[in-house]
């Protein structure tokens, strides 16, 4: 630690000391901005796991989320002391987050408005390093730069506690400091328009307005979601994953022996779960004809007992005992043998939830209609937006993910609720709340061989933009 470094220090920890007697008093006007800001944390970080917040103050911020295991560091004598009294089921220590020396790791790490008081942001972020597992999410968020004048307003009043020079960043500024110390960027996405409680301005402000550009550039704070960057090495794997390819079927019978035929060997050991949704075609009698047939091929039957697709998808995922889980519509529009394409991205780490899109690649003549791909166009722009991550095709069939984020992503469910019939929705919006990292990859997609598609143009587009709107609520409009 350089002679500078150990002044500035010295002068942060009194500082902090004294902010902390100012966010005890009991009208402490910042307090409204950090029910904000727990409220949207929340909704970034599941209950129930492990989290390591640096710059936890009194600790309110890592309370509200209930984790399994809650570790707070500050360096601030006095805001650690009232920490351990208001929240003693939580761990909470005293130590300089540039000196951060113990090497648990932690399924969430919060820097919550604490880079614009860092020496050296980089060396904090190369510390925690060794705080992460692969599945690590790294959240902070930091103040907009076009709020320097109010907020200095707010300290000349009084109603704010008085700061040191802090370091001011854009987005981007972060973003390579994340690169620079081996994470990658997930997603961005800014909140809090109004800091005080005006209601209902506060609520239309804070909720909705925020949301949208080109207000959302004049949101108080940033929000930023990381995870370690993925170093591939498919040759490091000591075992294969298992794979299990759930395949719904109605009125497939021409194309069930195809699968059959051409489904390519993958991972450790892989299972077909085929689940028969009330055809009108012997599409059951088929699948159980072509189980016979083909008894090197592990395939197993479920009867559905509700309707649609979704129905389907979530009987198959809970009836699989693959590592991980794949999608493959039966109507062979996109082919089994790309199906590893999936398996590497996943091995990989390029991505944590692989997602089908087909409107890369040239397609076979009619294998989708116009108004169908004007369709898929829109919704796909508006589920990028709600997600935070860029979603190119929303309503292909394949997709893939690991079964432990599945089973995360089912655990919550509750959250939006079984309101999803084609089952793509559910899995995407669980996978953007629980912070996995979304990559498309391009298939070529064929054209129905045999049958009619189970897609009703404008009645399930009618539910598709009900779904948005929902969904906005749950999402963005937080």
Not at 93 to 109: G, S, Y
Not at 112 to 117: A, G, M
Not at 409 to 433: H, V
Not at 444 to 463: C, L, M, S
Request: aromatic share 12%; charged share 25%.
């Amino acid at each position: 630690m350089t002679p500078e470094q150990r002044i500035d220090r010295k002068a942060r920890m009194a500082n902090w000391d004294r902010a902390s007697d100012f966010r005890s008093k009991s009208r402490w006007a910042g307090a409204y901005y950090s029910e904000l800001l727990a409220r949207h944390y929340r909704f970034l970080v599941p209950q129930g796991l492990k989290v390591l917040e640096l710059g936890c103050g009194h600790g309110d911020l890592l309370s509200s989320l209930r984790p399994s295991l809650g570790v707070g560091i500050d360096f601030s004598l006095n805001m650690i002391e009232i920490a351990r009294d208001k929240h003693p089921e939580l761990l909470f220590i005293r130590c300089d987050a540039h000196e951060l020396c113990f090497n648990t790791t932690f399924d969430v790490i919060i820097l919550s408005d604490l880079v614009t008081h860092l020496w050296d942001v980089q060396t904090v972020f190369e510390r925690i390093q060794k705080n992460c597992h692969s599945a690590t999410r790294l959240i902070l968020n930091f103040p907009n730069n076009l709020w320097r004048i109010p907020m200095s307003l707010a300290r000349c009043f009084n109603m704010t506690a008085e700061h040191l020079e802090q370091n001011w960043f854009a987005p981007n500024d972060i973003t390579n400091l994340l690169e620079l110390s081996g994470f990658e960027t997930i997603k961005e996405s800014h909140h809090i328009l109004c800091p005080f409680r005006f209601e209902p301005l506060s609520t239309l402000s804070n909720r909705f307005l925020a949301a949208v550009a080109p207000l959302s550039w004049f949101a108080m704070t940033t929000f930023v979601v990381a995870r370690t960057r993925p170093c591939p090495n498919l040759a490091s794997l000591t075992q294969p994953p298992s794979v299990s390819v759930i395949i719904p079927a109605r009125n497939e019978a021409g194309n069930i022996e195809e699968i059959f035929r051409r489904m390519p060997n993958m991972g450790r050991s892989m299972e077909l779960i085929f689940v028969e949704g009330h055809s009108n075609d012997r599409t059951f009698e088929t699948i159980s004809r072509c189980i016979r047939d083909y008894p090197k091929t592990d395939a197993k039957l479920f009867s559905q007992t509700g309707r649609g697709k979704g129905d389907a998808v979530r009987l198959g995922f809970e009836k699989a005992v693959g590592d991980i889980l794949m999608i493959l519509d039966a109507d062979l529009t996109v082919p089994p043998e790309d199906l590893p394409r999936f398996i590497n991205a996943l091995v990989s780490r390029r991505g944590e939830f692989i997602n089908g899109v087909r409107l890369v690649y040239p397609m076979e003549n009619q294998a989708i209609r116009f108004f169908n791909m004007v369709g898929n166009k829109f919704f796909s722009l508006a589920f990028s937006w709600l997600l935070g991550q860029g979603v190119k095709d929303t309503l292909c069939g394949t997709k893939a993910l690991y079964k432990d984020d599945y089973s995360i992503i089912a655990r919550n469910r509750g959250y939006f609720g079984e309101f999803d019939p084609f089952g793509d929705f559910d899995l995407l919006f669980g996978a953007a709340r629980l912070n996995l990292k979304i990559i498309d990859l391009p298939i070529r997609y064929r054209q129905r061989r045999y049958g009619k598609t189970n897609i009703r143009r404008w009645r399930h587009g009618w539910i598709l933009l009900k779904m948005v709107v929902f969904a906005a609520f749950r999402i963005r409009f937080i």
